[in-house]
């Protein structure tokens, strides 16, 4: 279930990592930007740093009174976050289209469409409509100076699924693989989740469409960036058994800074516990070559499975060396990271945290996590000595994936509203109207000196002001 140690590098001294005893996560470069966003750093990968922990420094203030820009409507919906890089915002499209926005006044630098998008009426069932393309949140590399993004392709009348490089500075691609596992049916698989970066490779994770239909099995991707065969690790992987769909709401599998690859997993088609189990309705560890290092399911994942019950928010990995794990069942786990322990209850369980699913990344500081219920952001205080979980307040505000940023944090409603929450009590300090949402995973980010909310099909952006 563990490793014996690895070899890593971290700010120019190696150092050995031995996985046998609890530990606090190491702090250091993350695989794709550092460990927090700052207010003038790019912001390259879902939440702003490799963890997905979504918290911006050195932000006095958010002017949501006012928009600074909002950007011409681009050519499909908008279900991933925007990026900042290079004094551009990079946004991708369902009609497979990617974006550079000036950062100054939100015009278009440069536009690639990069392939045709497959009509939905040509998947076997699904919620995004008329077209899905590009639906998971790009990744920057900023040393590359190279955008990658996942495009669902409309090919002879079936779709396939590309790995896309372009330049950030021209849009020119210079990478274009087919990342579909050998013998998929590529229309029963959905790439949802966002991108990240490890050791030169580019991480995502691919489920189902909406609705479970047909047969497909979730499965982790790592291809290097420079292109190479896939590697995957795939869930439900025995003879007949199938799902175990890897979405997370949209976040980015999440990459430790020892280089390992952390996702929650979706219900998976065993139903009952007397039947070995198959990978769902978990978290699983791996390496960055797809290797399981190890696992937590709940002794309920049978039931769960057997009630669509998906773990469906990104692991949290928490400074005390802690996990932390929610999904639709909507109880919160805290684990062991060293010792996840397989099928159990973990260290400590909350449940009934709100009052509908728990989808997408969170934001966490310290031993704080903000968590993605839908029904609006709930705050969960974690400890180790003894292991525990409390909630310290909910909130009907929001309800999509978190940020923390300027002293309060950020989540956009299903209503159109972007909201500002004071961290200690949830109470509402700041709301703005930013129009319909494509989806019901929409995020915020931070660069440049804005603060962007996507709409439906246009980025809103606000001014900051720096504390420094």
Known sequence: MTRNGRRITISGVAVTILLGTPLLWLAGPSSATGSSATSSSPWTVYHGDAAGTGVVTGLKSIDT??????????DGQLYGEPLVFANDVIVATENDTVYALSSSNGKVIWSRHVARPVPSSALPCGNISPTVGITGTPVIDPTRREVFVVADEFVSGHPEHRLIGLSASSGAIELNQDVDPPGSDPAALLQRTGLNLDEGHVIFAMGGNYGDCASYRGRVSSVAETGSKPRFFTVDDRTGDSQGAIWMGGAAPVVS?????????????????????????SVL??????????????????????????????????????????????????????????????????????????????????????????????????TSSPASLRKLWSSSNGGGPPLIAAGLVWTIGQNGVVYGLNPVTGALRQQASVGAEANHFPTPSVGDGLFLVPGAYRIIAFSTSSSG
């Open 257 to 281: 800074p020892a280089g390992d690859v952390w996702v929650s997993v979706g219900n998976g088609s065993v139903h009952t516990s007397g039947q070995p189990y198959d990978d769902s309705d």
């Open 65 to 74: 009174a006012t928009r600074k820009w909002v950007s011409p409507q681009l």
């Open 285 to 382: 560890e791996l390496s960055p070559t797809m290797r399981l290092i190890q696992y937590f399911a709940p002794t309920s994942w049978a039931q769960n499975n057997a009630s669509d019950f998906d773990m469906t928010m990104a692991p949290v990995l928490l400074p005390s060396g802690q996990v932390l794990l929610a999904g639709k069942s909507r109880i919160v786990y805290l684990l062991n990271g060293a010792h996840l322990g397989g099928i159990g209850n973990g260290e400590a369980s909350l449940p009934s945290t709100c009052s509908n699913d728990i989808d997408g990344g969170s934001a966490s500081e310290g031993s704080i996590v903000y968590i993605p219920c839908l029904s609006g952001t709930v705050a969960i205080r974690t």
